[in-house]
């Protein structure tokens, strides 16, 4: 048996306490962005004087608008932030609905109805964007709420250019959604290089920005919302939609080499799936000694750690406030050192012996920093591409389809193939796993670096990777975000999925092949990241190359 040598800096993962106090001031702000609108609306309001949380809220309305395959208000997310050296989590998912059933998206026979979960208003779960935003505010905000509107309104107003991407999507989203929600009537004449205009959107955010969160919660955007699912058999309703509250949660903490990772806690797994896969790379050093990026033992070793990660996510993880999830036990050193020890650095694990160790498409995020060091890290989302197809008639804004993030039936995978267990079992007022994973890098106290990206179950596996290029392989930024990925989740079994972007060389595909490995083009980029990275006062941006992205350093 090998031996699996401990490392003189172990892994620690606890909940957040306070970092020290610190003064920095750094040669600007920064924002990277999914898109121009949302990046140049962040640099407009940190050139007014607002802090990392205005420029984060402004943005996020800005994205609701210019950015509506993912970028919403009927959707939800989380939020991680740094402010004057202390850490914060934000917890603003969506909830699953009163009259929402264990057994909901089963037929007769107990068996999942396809695209039951993904289409239609019973798809979505109730928002939490609005409030998670306006606690965000209330909380951290300096400019006036109203003000932060102001260029969302505007973008929805007057209008803005589609990108050719954003078409594509579009018009993919057209035909699977024609004739079973109202997505054309709203989005159907939405062209590449056209001005696109949403004047039901304008005068729902108009109605925030004078009244606030309960506008969306108790007032006429409620009134309409609640409408709409009635109209469409939903079941969000007044009641759901006054309930609903965003949660201040502590922030998992990822110690490793020097440098402390602060990232998302339960109700997403995501937190937990990087202190494993960090403890457990930590720990197979010796096996990763040399080893070439991207090359096929590289790849290799990646996926024997991912595959037991995705394990235990499907047997353990869920909403902390409905189950009991063993956190402490799956990021505990020893545990993380009898994973390692499980890991075969030559051949693939059988599938059906990788266990649990114990006796869980479209997103969108943005980063930010202003010149005091604040920063936040934001990924919100509506889940799938313009996510439920529903519109709110006379409200404009798109639902989401977030109720497919639960464990429908045990053992039977979600959009993105990943199967759960009972902890993600469907239950009235339960917030849905998520692998949304918003991260900051802080060193001696002060943020040297904030990331995060969309892509459903390879959330967490991309900043890892981009983690891994950055301290592991010291490469540029620029370069750390646009190189090759790939992801490995279990099942199917012995699959790794690549992408056109960063497509793997044949040498390496054919070595992985005669491993046993079948690779697997997904279809679809593998991430959006958008990351800041600080040196000393010296600020540079990322933007992943994948998206239509854009990052800047406001001075």
Known sequence: MRVVTLKTLALAVIFAASSPVYAIALEGGAVAAPDQYGAEVAAQILRK??????????????????YPEAGNIGGGGFMTLFIKGKPYFLDYRETAPKAASRDMYLDAKGEVIPGMSLVGARASGVPGTVMGLWEAHRKFGKLKWAELLTPAIGYARNGFTVADKQYLYGAEAIKQLNGKTNFGDYFGNMKAGEIFRQPELAKTLERIANKGADEFYKGE??????????NDNGLITRQDLAD??????????????????????????????????????????????GVPLNSARYVHLLAEI???????????????????????????????????????????????????????????????????????????????????????????????????????????????????????????????????????????????????????????????????????FHMPLKDAVAAQRVHHQLLPKDTIFTEKFAPMPEPVANELKAMGYTIKDQGWSMGNVQAIRINGTKVETASDPRGRGVGMVVK
């Open 244 to 289: 609903y509250k965003a949660v201040w949660r502590k922030p998992l903490r990822v110690n490793f080499d020097g440098n402390t990772l602060y990232t998302a806690p339960l109700p997403s797994s995501g937190g937990v799936a990087l202190a494993q896969l960090i403890g457990i790379k930590q720990q197979l050093s010796d096996d990763f000694k």
């Open 306 to 472: 991912e595959k037991r990660v995705f394990a235990d996510r499907a047997n353990y993880l869920g909403d902390p406030d409905f189950s009991q999830a063993p956190v402490s036990q799956l990021t505990d050193h020893t545990y993380l050192v009898q994973r390692a020890h499980e890991v075969n650095p030559n051949a693939i694990s059988p599938t059906e012996n990788v266990k649990a160790g114990l006796e869980s498409h479209q997103t969108t995020h943005f980063s930010i920093v202003d010149s005091r060091g604040d920063a936040v890290s934001n990924t919100y989302t509506l889940n799938w591409d313009y996510g439920s197809g529903v519109v709110v008639k006379g409200a404009g804004f798109l639902m989401n389809d977030e109720m497919d993030d639960f464990s429908a039936k045990p053992g039977v995978a979600n959009a993105f193939g990943v199967v759960g267990g009972d902890a993600n079992a469907i239950e009235p007022g339960k917030r849905m796993l998520s692998s949304m994973s918003p991260s900051l890098v802080t060193r001696d106290g002060a943020v040297t670096l904030v990331l995060g990206t969309p892509g459903g179950s390879r959330i967490f596996t991309t900043v890892f990777q981009v983690l891994n290029n950055i301290y592991d």
């Open 221 to 230: 955007t409620a009134d309409l919302l609640v409408a709409q699912m009635q």
């Open 49 to 66: 004087g607002g802090n990392a949380v205005d420029a984060a809220v402004a943005t996020a309305f800005t994205l609701a608008v210019t």
